[in-house]
């Protein structure tokens, strides 16, 4: 009787049910699940507390879940939520559709046939480093690069969109062309690491001779050394001293506030924090020439190459990276080693090797060489780990391993066009996808990761039963996956039309490459980025610095907006399509050309899609139209 009563007790409400009354934690499951900008902006439509929610914590889950493999810059104020989906969103989908512009950035030459020029006769190598902070309520991209002994900066201020130049001639300070070129270049990205007072940002710069500073990256001082970094204060040559010749590379820990610095025989290491550092006063120098500025010493300065059984083990250092807080990850130029990890303990530096790699390694007398290195962090994957190291080998393959696995690798990348083309430089963008620069062209490879992407753009478009379009030409003969005619999508039963699952595909989604306007005898040096959800990309060229940009996140930039260089504008890139990306076993099966894709010029799209019988076609072409 009881249990009647109280059945009886029970009643519907009255009134209707609204998505307002739902919980808060509920939105937070929804808004995971909503796989387009356009489905949460279609919600925040609906009513104004929705709206406002959604400005608050929509936009930064959406962004959050989307792309979750991307080390986002910070926002300013919840509002910049909404325009940090909009951008990331536009620019995977331009990257997708291969809808990307480049600036090219080089000197003013001096044409006056009668006036000497005093500089080298080959163009010097751009070495180009970049980083965005927020700078009180002005965020700002930092960029900051050196061509032969001079260096250049812009600071970028994004959000009003205009640009600071900055030079500094390496002949005012005393630097010889070609003997003092910059070599390497690494922009202080924390700045409690700065020396002395002021919030300028400062660089790290090495050269040739085997200079070391600190360096403003101020309007008032730009270029001005601040701080020396001198090699070990014990007799150079000494056993086991590596002396500090040409700087090679730069790197920061920035857990433990140290600097490494590869020449081409060692590592020397330095300590940035500054209750640790000891500074030494500069030496006065005679007459009216200044002072020069207070320098440190390196704390610990290794010899890598094997001086005790009287032969070289390799013949130079490439590139290091920290690939966690206390190992340094070291490339080298024709070694029996060519990828060696330093670890250091209290007790010491500990040196270790990783597995050899392919059937050539164990052959005592096959050298090779590592050319780039990259830590990757894989810690947003399923059991990732965060110290995975992408590495460029000069057979043409670009390598992955997870250091805590004792295979000696887990994916193997390879250009299935340019096979056994070596690699300059690397960059990733999040976990989607990897730019290689090409060591003999301007050229960019671009590769997927093949890991689970969370945002696709084509999810936002209409269904439909057809094929993407146009099919790809890979160089490797492939047949194209084939699934049942579905027209549409059936969410209930979990379907996707035939369209959405292809788009989906890797055979539909091939990797690419793409020739920067430049000179073709030069090569690509450098790759940089001021952060993963930046839309540029810089590529520092032979005499030139490339600026690549999607065509959706394209700034209105002056065409010269510095006296020393000449900005050439939304130069069109034309691409080929490489297949898959992964290492043929058998090379033979690359035997086709790709065909070369130029995009169409703004008057041609302008008009075709003004026919409406082509704007649809348009919208779902894979390529950029």
Known sequence: MESIESLGSLSLSDTN?????????????????????????????TCRSLYNFI???GWRVFVATRFESFSLS??????????RARSLTSQSRDWDRRALVADILEPRTNNHPRRPRFSQSIPSSFIVDAHHRCHGNDPQDLIFWGAGEDVHGIIRHTKSAADEWFNSKGTSAGHRSGIDDVT?????????????????????????????HLVSMGAKNFGTP????????????????????????????????????????????????????TVQNGVAKGGSAPKE???????????????????????????????????????????????????????????????RIG???????????????????????????????????????????????????????????????????????????????????????????RWPKNYYHTEALPCSGDIPYPLPRPPTLECPPWLPHHSLC?????????????????????????????????????????????????????????????????????????????RHIGQLVPFIETGAGFELEDVARAQRMPEMHRPRSKVTKKYERALPEIKAWLKKCRFDS
């Open 17 to 45: 049910p609204s998505l307002v009354a739902l919980p808060e934690d509920i939105f937070y499951i929804v808004f995971t699940y909503l796989d387009t900008a356009k489905s949460v902006a279609s919600l925040a439509a």
């Open 55 to 57: 400005r608050n914590t």
């Open 74 to 83: 910070k926002v300013a104020s919840q509002d910049e939520w909404r325009e």
């Open 184 to 212: 390497a270049v690494s922009i202080l990205k924390d700045s409690k690491y700065n020396y002395g007072r002021g919030d300028d940002p400062q660089v790290l710069v090495g050269r040739a001779s085997g200079q070391l």
């Open 226 to 277: 601040i701080l020396n970094c001198r090699g070990s204060n014990q007799s150079e040559g000494a056993d086991g001293i590596a002396s500090q010749t040409e700087i090679q590379a730069l790197d920061v820990n920035y857990r433990q506030g140290t600097l490494a610095a590869a020449t081409k025989q060692g590592i020397l290491t330095y300590t940035l924090a500054e209750s640790q550092r």
């Open 293 to 355: 500025p207070s320098y440190i010493w390196a704390d610990d300065n290794i010899q890598l190459r094997d001086f005790e059984r009287g032969q070289w083990n390799f013949d130079y250092i490439r590139s290091i990276k920290f690939v966690n807080e206390d190992t340094l990850a070291v490339s080298i130029s024709r070694g029996f080693n060519p990828i060696q990890y330093l670890k250091y303990t209290p007790t010491g530096v500990q040196v270790s090797y990783p597995p």
């Open 359 to 449: 059937l050539h390694d164990h052959d005592n007398n096959y050298m090779r060489t590592v050319r780039a290195i990259l830590p990757i962090d894989t810690r947003s994957l399923a059991s990732g780990s965060g110290n995975t190291l992408l590495s460029s080998w000069d057979d043409g393959t670009i390598r992955l391993q997870d250091l805590r696995s004792p295979s000696p690798v887990d994916k193997v990348f390879q250009d299935n066009f340019e096979i056994n083309a070596p690699v300059n430089a690397l960059l990733s963008r999040g976990l989607e996808r990897f730019v290689a620069g090409s060591a003999s062209s301007p050229l960019l490879k671009v590769f997927d990761f």
């Open 490 to 566: 059936d969410h209930v039963a979990g379907l996707k039309c035939r369209w959405h699952v292809l788009s989906r595909h890797d055979f539909y989604r091939p990797n690419f490459n793409m020739w920067l306007p430049a000179n073709g005898a030069s090569s690509v040096y450098t790759l940089a980025s001021p952060s993963d959800d930046s839309p540029t990309i810089f590529a520092g060229l032979t005499g030139a610095l490339a600026e690549i940009t999607p065509q959706s996140s394209k700034r209105l930039s002056p065409a010269t907006g510095n006296s020393t260089y000449i």
